[in-house]
């Protein structure tokens, strides 16, 4: 068994309204608020922040982004900068999600610029790496994988290693119902540890935490979470509960 403690992150997406963010972080934190033996984060939209933050104060819940700009300020017209984040005590920031890839044109490289520029501002990256049905199925997962995180964790040092997080997403798998089974996940998450040797040296990989998203619910997360190298869980849709939610907290509990 690792060092490593299993991080549960939510991932609201562009779901709930400030008042709506505020209660499920009320229930989420009446719930598992106190616990200290997983990590937990929730990342609402940014007009969320606020509320879900003063909710979420006095808890061991940590609030997370759902991205950042690299930028420190200026013309950079609907984006948000880490000082931003970092008033509302925002702890993680969710980058290169497979929708920002997809939708808004991310590249390996304008992402590596946010992971330095989150780290630099005493946060912590969620690199979000993953492949197409497509590239799966043209066996290409863990060449493609093993460069986005090479790519986005270019310039991040050993010592940083333990501020660092890496999902892996299989885009077929998000949100679709669709959920890598737990060899399938845990392959790709060994050849990432592999990759995390090469980039951060092999003590230093141990430290990082790889989370697998996609579909993971309650009735799937026992058997994820218990191969070596999944380190806990993206959550997308079972976020949006809080049943659910804190039922995959305490799933990740019950490994320790
Ligand atoms: C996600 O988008 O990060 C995700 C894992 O979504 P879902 O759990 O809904 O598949």
Redesign the pocket.
Known sequence: MSNRKYLIAG?W?MNKTACEGAELARQIVEAVGKQTSVAVCVCPTFTSLDAVSKALDGSNIVLGAQNMHPKASGAYTGEIAADMLRQFFVGYVILG?SERRQYFGETDAFVNEKVLATLANNMRPILCVGETLEEREAGKTIELVSAQVKEGLKGVKGEQAENVVVAY?PIW???TGKTATPAMAQEVHAAIRVVLKEVLGAAQAEKVRILY????KPDNADALLAEPDIDGG?????ALDAKSFVSLVESAAKQG
């Not at 998203?213 to 993971?216: D, E, F, K, R, T």
């Not at 993206?234 to 079972?238: D, H, N, S, T």
Request: hydrophobic share 40%.
């Open positions: 991932n997406k999600h997403e798998a998000i949100g998203g996609g579909s993971m993206l959550i997308g849709g079972a």
